[in-house]
């Protein structure tokens, strides 16, 4: 049986400033998607489009290093389609080969909600 509960989330709510000029003025910037207060995490969704894609994960791997403690995670299209089969929202045809079969997205365990993270209980 699957346990539905719903999760908190924030549409771009926070941009990140990635590279400033001379003047201190904004040159690049990286706004995530989506934030999920409960595991302080934001994700990116990408496209297909390689391009897109390769820029997307150089901003998101910059962002976690110019900002200690922000975790970023980027979903791919492969991605979002594995959730809607696992939730019943699409039939399974809708995954081709070419977008990769394999296990759905999962948060890593370090990113569950902090109420339910083993140093949050002993605090």
Excluded: C
């Excluded at 003047?23 to 409960?38: E, I, R, S």
Aim: proline content about 8%.
């Amino acid at each position: 049986m699957l346990d539905f509960y719903a999760i908190a989330w924030e549409y771009e709510p926070h941009t990140f400033v990635l590279m400033r000029d001379r003047d201190g003025n904004p040159v690049q910037a990286f706004t995530p998607d989506f934030y999920l207060p409960a595991y302080d995490l934001y994700i990116e969704i990408t496209t297909l489009n390689q391009k897109l894609v390769t820029k997307k994960n150089r901003k998101a791997r910059l962002v976690q290093e110019l900002y200690e403690g922000v975790h970023v995670r980027v979903l791919y299209q492969r991605d979002y389609l594995h959730l809607l089969v696992k939730y019943g929202l699409e039939p399974p045809s809708q995954l081709s080969e070419a977008m990769g079969e394999g296990a759905p997205f999962r948060l890593e365990p370090d990113l569950r909600p902090a109420a339910r993270r083993p140093e949050a209980e002993s605090a």
